[in-house]
């Protein structure tokens, strides 16, 4: 059993909390909104697994997770908090949408990717880059048994190989299999409009479509 801090309580990571406590983690689960606006998905998880889930602010997730998801709009990296997460498995499930987070030069230039940003925010993390390519519906809509043909894969990305096997590991106990897409900044491969992006694929079919992958200045 693993403690799994996330900090956004979205369609993504709303969804994550479900099939953490279905496969018997602790969720501590925080929003922007102050954990009492929480109570309707705290009842349900209660549901699921009887006291598996609490909710709390930014900073008591940060610090109770042993490993912690990040999935807020980009805007509001600069909010989470730095120091409960130094030497911790972080994982970033964003993607840029500039009609949704405005314009951010350095990913509009392709000189960073989203997850290298919440590393350069976190530097005593270790950023792990995941669930950023899959509907919110179909984490736990396609998630099936390892062996079970047509399994669906996801793709890690990062610079800390002990990390992306925790986040790999966590990914096949979800009902996924696992495609490595290497360092944190190949992140971009599996960002939105590539040919990986949100469709469904298994894990060769993924490492296919990650190598078929161009930056937007090449579209």
Same mark, same amino acid.
């Given at each position: 059993m693993t403690t799994i801090g996330i900090i956004g309580a979205g369609n993504i990571g709303s969804q994550l909390a479900r099939l953490a406590v279905r496969h018997g983690h602790q969720v501590v689960i925080a929003n922007s909104r102050g954990p009492e606006t929480l109570t309707?998905? =705290? $009842?349900?998880?209660?549901? =699921?697994?009887?006291?598996?889930?609490?909710? +709390?602010?930014?900073?008591?997730? &940060?610090? &109770?997770g042993e490993i912690v998801v990040v999935t807020t709009p980009l805007a509001a990296i600069e909010t989470i908090p730095v120091e409960p997460l130094v030497g911790k498995v972080v994982i970033d499930t964003n993607n840029y949408y500039p009609q949704r987070d405005g314009q951010i030069p350095?990913? $509009?230039?392709?000189?960073?990717?989203?997850?290298?940003?919440?590393? &350069?925010?976190?530097?005593?993390a270790r950023v792990v880059k995941a669930f950023n390519h899959i509907g919110a519906a179909d984490l736990t809509g396609d998630a099936s048994p390892a062996g079970t043909p047509g399994r669906r894969a996801l793709v890690v990305a990062g610079d800390d190989d002990d990390a992306k096997r925790t986040v790999a590991d966590l990914i096949e106990e979800f009902g996924f299999d696992v495609v490595d897409a290497g360092p944190l900044a190949e992140g971009w491969r599996i960002q939105r409009d590539t040919p990986g992006y949100v469709a469904r694929f298994t894990a060769d079919e993924l490492?296919?479509?990650? &190598?078929? +992958?161009?930056?937007?200045r090449d579209m």
């Amino acid at each position: 059993m693993t403690t799994i801090g996330i900090i956004g309580a979205g369609n993504i990571g709303s969804q994550l909390a479900r099939l953490a406590v279905r496969h018997g983690h602790q969720v501590v689960i925080a929003n922007s909104r102050g954990p009492e606006t929480l109570t309707p998905l =705290i $009842d349900e998880l209660d549901g =699921i697994a009887s006291g598996a889930a609490r909710a +709390a602010t930014r900073d008591e997730a &940060a610090a &109770a997770g042993e490993i912690v998801v990040v999935t807020t709009p980009l805007a509001a990296i600069e909010t989470i908090p730095v120091e409960p997460l130094v030497g911790k498995v972080v994982i970033d499930t964003n993607n840029y949408y500039p009609q949704r987070d405005g314009q951010i030069p350095a990913l $509009d230039d392709e000189t960073t990717t989203t997850a290298e940003l919440l590393q &350069a925010h976190l530097p005593g993390a270790r950023v792990v880059k995941a669930f950023n390519h899959i509907g919110a519906a179909d984490l736990t809509g396609d998630a099936s048994p390892a062996g079970t043909p047509g399994r669906r894969a996801l793709v890690v990305a990062g610079d800390d190989d002990d990390a992306k096997r925790t986040v790999a590991d966590l990914i096949e106990e979800f009902g996924f299999d696992v495609v490595d897409a290497g360092p944190l900044a190949e992140g971009w491969r599996i960002q939105r409009d590539t040919p990986g992006y949100v469709a469904r694929f298994t894990a060769d079919e993924l490492r296919g479509k990650l &190598a078929e +992958a161009k930056r937007y200045r090449d579209m």
